[in-house]
């Protein structure tokens, strides 16, 4: 069985790591174990100059995976410099482990996703846009969607309705 990815999406600025960290602790009490691949525009590095993993990979090595008792990381170097492949990054998850993949970006994927929309931030969704929304999370009462408006303050209720969707998978 595959796990289930579901993307948050929305406009920079709106909140969604900030709504993830909040959500992903919900889940967990009840009993969800999630993932998490988080989409960046920025050039980013988790390695160390110095470090033995760093310097094997600056030597050449197009894959490193660093490994302890507490934690393992895959660092995979893109030289063509394309977009990451959602579905390649999901498979390389622990499909065991994990009940469900939240995604933080990717917002052209298609695959399920929950749109965030907070008054000030970004523009007004347009739900014709993408046929993958199956909610949106915002701090208005949206009027004329045919999807469910949840309350992006309250996590606990974006987690009661991805554990709904969850047991329909």
Same mark, same amino acid.
Request: hydrophobic share 40%; charged share 20%.
């Given at each position: +069985?595959?796990?289930?990815?579901?993307?948050?999406?929305?406009?920079?600025?709106?909140?969604?790591?900030?709504? $993830?960290?909040? *959500?992903?602790?919900?889940? &967990?009490?009840?009993?969800?174990? !999630?993932? $998490?691949? &988080?989409?960046?525009?920025?050039? +980013?590095?988790?390695?160390?100059?110095? /470090?033995?993993?760093? %310097?094997? @990979?600056?030597?050449? =090595?197009?894959?490193?995976?660093?490994?302890? @008792?507490?934690?393992?990381?895959?660092?995979?170097?893109?030289?063509?410099? @394309?977009?990451?492949?959602?579905?390649? $990054?999901?498979?390389? +998850?622990?499909?065991?482990?994990?009940?469900?993949?939240?995604? %933080?970006?990717? /917002?052209? %994927?298609?695959?399920?996703?929950?749109?965030?929309?907070?008054?000030?931030?970004? &523009?007004?969704?347009? *739900?014709?846009?993408?046929?993958?929304?199956?909610?949106? =999370?915002?701090?208005?009462? *949206?009027?004329?969607?045919?999807? !469910?408006? $949840?309350?992006?303050?309250?996590?606990? %209720?974006? =987690?009661?309705?991805? @554990?709904?969707?969850?047991?329909?998978?």
């Amino acid at each position: +069985m595959t796990v289930p990815i579901l993307g948050i999406v929305a406009a920079s600025g709106t909140g969604k790591t900030t709504l $993830l960290k909040q *959500l992903i602790p919900v889940l &967990k009490q009840q009993g969800i174990n !999630p993932g $998490l691949i &988080k989409h960046t525009h920025h050039q +980013m590095d988790i390695d160390i100059p110095g /470090k033995d993993s760093y %310097e094997l @990979r600056k030597a050449g =090595a197009d894959q490193v995976i660093v490994a302890s @008792r507490q934690r393992w990381a895959l660092i995979h170097e893109t030289p063509d410099n @394309r977009q990451p492949d959602l579905q390649l $990054l999901a498979s390389r +998850m622990s499909q065991q482990t994990l009940d469900i993949i939240l995604v %933080e970006g990717f /917002k052209q %994927e298609s695959v399920p996703k929950i749109m965030l929309y907070r008054h000030g931030c970004g &523009k007004y969704p347009f *739900l014709a846009d993408d046929d993958q929304i199956i909610a949106i =999370a915002s701090d208005l009462q *949206l009027a004329g969607t045919d999807v !469910p408006c $949840l309350n992006i303050n309250n996590p606990a %209720e974006i =987690a009661g309705f991805i @554990r709904q969707w969850l047991s329909g998978k």
